[in-house]
Antibody, heavy 122, light 108 residues
């Protein structure tokens, strides 16, 4: 059974950098069959797509976060990570990692998600 | 920035049909995906590529597309269908995704 689990700090100070990891079990990131992404949710903005990364390291980011957002993958640890810089209170949200898929020329967050991790910037 | 439009809320009685629309300028060139989210839970994919249903999703959930509007239909609504529903699609260049603002479905 595929499981994803977010980890990282629950509280970060403004202007600092957030580093979150998503540990994957039950599937191999290196398999190349899927992509791995991040979505966040806040009461003010609802669901926000942040981006995703392939096992090759190829990335796609939301333009709303370009310049602040970096994703990486560590196939040896079977985990992928998110790095978000210059945090403000507006970055306070629940961050979800997910496994996605591609088909028909389109990729999307798919069938497996982490439970989400609340990150507060204060 | 690219935006999708959804009605804020839809209310239906049990057994009736709920229809949730999602509109975007890049439709029909870009596929639409639908997610159901209940409080305290991660989103659940219920429709992908406009009309396809993942395994395990009841046949009561269906998707359709007409021009710049895509519709999620829930037939024979049940109490446990009460949730927020979000559409997801890509901008014209297909380089990034955006979620719609979400529609709260209330079962009366």
């Amino acid at each position: 059974q595929v499981q994803l689990q977010e980890s990282g700090p629950g509280l970060v100070k403004p202007s600092q950098t957030l580093l979150l990891s998503c540990n994957v079990s039950g599937d191999s990131i290196a398999g190349g069959d899927y992509l791995w992404g991040w979505v966040r949710q806040s009461p003010a903005k609802g669901l926000e797509w942040l981006g995703y990364i392939f096992d090759t390291g190829s990335t796609f980011y939301s333009p709303a976060f370009r310049g602040r957002l970096t994703m990486s993958v560590d196939t040896s640890k079977n985990q992928f990570s998110l790095r978000l810089t210059s945090l403000t209170a507006a970055d306070t949200a629940t961050y979800f990692c997910s496994r996605g898929a591609c088909g028909g020329g389109s990729c999307f967050p798919g069938d497996h998600w982490g439970r989400g991790m609340l990150v507060t910037v204060s | 920035s690219y935006e999708l439009t959804q009605p804020p809320s839809v209310s239906v009685f049990p057994g009736q049909t709920a229809r949730i629309t999602c509109s975007g300028d890049a439709f029909p060139q870009q596929y639409v995906y639908w997610y159901q989210q209940k409080p305290g839970q991660a989103p659940l994919l219920v429709i992908f590529r406009n009309t396809e249903r993942p395994s395990g999703i009841p046949e009561r959930f269906s998707g359709s597309s007409s021009g710049t509007t895509v519709t999620l239909t829930i037939a024979g609504v049940r109490a446990d269908d009460e949730a927020d529903y979000y559409c997801l699609s890509a901008d014209h260049s297909a380089t990034y995704k955006v979620f719609g603002p979400g529609t709260k479905v209330t079962v009366l």
